[in-house]
């Protein structure tokens, strides 16, 4: 799985590559990835065992700044993964245009089995491992898939105990108190609603009164489901892990999170019928938002999707092979690297109020984000527009000559 994770991210680069009439020699030198650390992570358990897990701090290009990229703990985790995901975001900055680089971080192990000790001792050490590879100007991590912004605090406790030095900007998604930002929390839902605006503009499709279902209600679709209702969309269909429920006249996002909060899931929601969660996508409606797991738009998806634009909550919702058929089908996708890249551009507002030792205001970080993700979606619009592609090729295209011109500019070294 993760090797074609991996091989998706190189088709992709190459399909790019193509695209730009990218320089040979900057193509090989992105077909790799800068440095891999593979750091072995010896954890005391409660039971008095120690245990050794696997981890790894991934650069794939940091060309045009320091890595940024998550850490995620998750029993699946290879290095492939995590190389894979170290490129992505590589591309996903340049779209941004913010001044990082591509990097990664995960340690294989099952978190919810671990109690409080045996998590904060691994992360401890596994943040001594890998600590020659990151720093304020060197590599950022964030929060990823089963890790927060309690484990980012114990990342930046171990970097300040073993150096003596307290750098704020070492870690982003950090809690409020040791300077994390209060609108990290909804970036990414933010961000999708900005992406959701411009896509309806372009299509003429005004929001009031537009149908959305989304997959998924949790730290993204949750929120989202709450801002797409409040602009004026009417969410008719929400799935999760547990079953759907569905509405035609709208569901209340406010009483359908207090569901969730009681019972774990959006199945039985009174506000709503109850439906088969794999008969989400055949609901009708202008907006499909994945906002849950990787590869669920399946070439038979594809087909018998009943929306009229897809935006990628979700990081790599869409199968490639599914691709051209939505194409076909003439449904618009606004890509994963645009659309959730909510959450990384306010991971770089955090970093930048670090290095400067002096907080934003609320409002000015979520100006900040909108004006941002507004203008990526123009560019990928307008580049798209320029070479007759769907948005994800793009994107990718308009990032790697990002990422293409920062090499030229720095050349090779030595
Ligand atoms: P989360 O764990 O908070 O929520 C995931 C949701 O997906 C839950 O509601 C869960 O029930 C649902 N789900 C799981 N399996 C499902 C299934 N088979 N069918 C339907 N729903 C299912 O995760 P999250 O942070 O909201 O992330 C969601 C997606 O967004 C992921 O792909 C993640 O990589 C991506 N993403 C998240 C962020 C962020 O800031 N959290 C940023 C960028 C991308």
């Not at 650390?37 to 790894?56: H, I, K, N, S, Y």
């Not at 971080?105 to 050490?125: H, N, Q």
Request: with cysteine; charged share 20%.
């Amino acid at each position: 799985m993760s090797a074609a994770a991996w091989e998706a991210v190189l088709a992709r680069l190459d399909d790019a590559a193509e695209l730009i009439g990218l320089d040979p020699d900057v193509h090989r030198i992105l077909r790799n990835c800068e440095r891999t650390l593979e750091v072995a992570v010896p954890v005391r358990m409660d039971d008095g065992r120690v245990e050794v897990f696997t981890g790894w701090r991934i650069h794939h290009d940091t060309t045009r700044g320091p890595g940024k990229g998550g850490i995620r703990f998750h029993p699946d985790v290879d290095a492939q993964e995590v190389q894979a995901l170290a490129a992505g975001m590589t591309f996903k900055t340049a779209v941004l245009d913010l001044p990082f680089g591509g990097a990664k971080g995960g340690v294989r192990c099952d978190p919810t089995k671990l109690s409080l000790g045996e998590l904060e001792r691994l992360t401890r050490r596994y943040a001594f491992e890998i600590a020659p590879l990151i720093g304020t100007d060197r590599d950022v991590p964030a929060p990823d898939v089963n890790t927060d912004g309690r484990v980012m605090a114990w990342l930046l406790d171990t970097i300040a105990m073993t150096t003596g030095q307290h750098q704020s900007g070492v870690v982003t998604g950090k809690p409020l108190a040791l300077g994390g930002t209060r609108a990290h929390a909804g970036a990414t839902s933010a961000g999708v609603v900005v992406c959701v605006r411009a896509v309806l503009r372009q299509l003429d499709l005004p929001l009031a009164g537009r149908r959305v279902v989304i997959q998924g209600f949790g730290k993204v679709g949750g929120p989202l489901a709450f801002l797409l209702s409040s602009a004026g969309m009417r969410v008719v269909g929400v799935s999760d892990v547990g079953g759907a429920v569905f509405n035609e006249g709208g569901l209340q996002p406010s009483e359908l999170s207090a569901h969730v909060a009681e019972h774990g899931t959006v199945a039985g929601f009174p506000g709503g019928d109850p439906m088969d969660a794999d008969d989400v996508y055949e609901l009708p409606s202008e907006l499909f938002v994945p906002a849950a797991l990787g590869g669920v738009i399946t070439p038979a998806v594809a087909e018998r999707l009943a929306a009229k634009v897809v935006v990628e909550a979700a990081n790599g919702p869409t199968a490639p092979a599914a691709e051209p058929i939505l194409r076909d089908r003439g449904i618009v996708v606004v890509p994963d690297i645009l659309a959730n890249a909510g959450g990384v551009t306010a991971s770089y507002f955090e970093w930048a109020q670090a290095k400067q030792a002096y907080p934003w205001d609320d409002d000015v970080v979520a100006d900040r984000l909108r004006q941002r993700m507004e203008r990526a979606f123009d560019d990928v619009w307008g580049k798209a527009a320029a070479l007759d592609v769907t948005l994800r090729r793009a994107a990718f295209a308009l990032a790697l000559e990002r990422v293409a011109a920062a090499i030229a500019a720095r050349g090779l070294f030595p």
